[in-house]
């Protein structure tokens, strides 16, 4: 079993930071992956990176301006948001996924455990 614990959200102008924080509580997962639901869409992909941190993977609308860290030593898993935007605004989840074998990293349906997730407001 994984438990999964999103921190760090709230309300930012645009062009602000936020660092989200994803507790994980597990002895392994292979990799983690953040995701969002803006309101009234479907959820979305993010970012994802392997237990190791070696390889991380972004969606186009956030590359170059989102950087996915972690810290094993605190089981936790960083999502620094930079130069926000207002589309930007969202439920952020962290999820996390045993096995490079259950599917693209970037299909939501490729994760076993979800945080509860944190919301993101970016005001213009």
């Known amino acids: 079993q994984v438990h999964l614990e999103e921190s760090g959200g709230g309300l930012v102008q645009e062009g602000g930071s936020l660092r989200l924080s994803c507790a994980i509580q597990?002895?392994?997962?292979?990799?983690t992956g953040w995701f969002r639901q803006p309101p009234g869409k479907e959820r979305e992909f993010v970012g994802f990176?392997?237990?190791?941190?070696?390889?991380?993977y972004y969606a186009d609308v956030v590359k170059g301006r989102f950087t996915i860290s972690r810290d094993n030593t605190k089981s936790t898993v960083y999502l620094q948001m930079d130069s926000l935007k207002p589309e930007d605004t969202a439920t952020y989840y962290c999820?996390?996924?045993?096995?490079?074998?259950?599917?693209?990293?970037?299909?939501?349906?490729?994760?076993?455990?979800w945080g509860q997730g944190t919301q993101v407001n970016v005001s213009k």
């Open positions: 990176t392997v237990y190791t941190g070696s390889t991380t």
């Open positions: 999820a996390a996924k045993r096995s490079y074998a259950d599917g693209w990293y970037g299909d939501e349906k490729s994760y076993q455990y």
């Open positions: 597990s002895t392994y997962a292979y990799g």
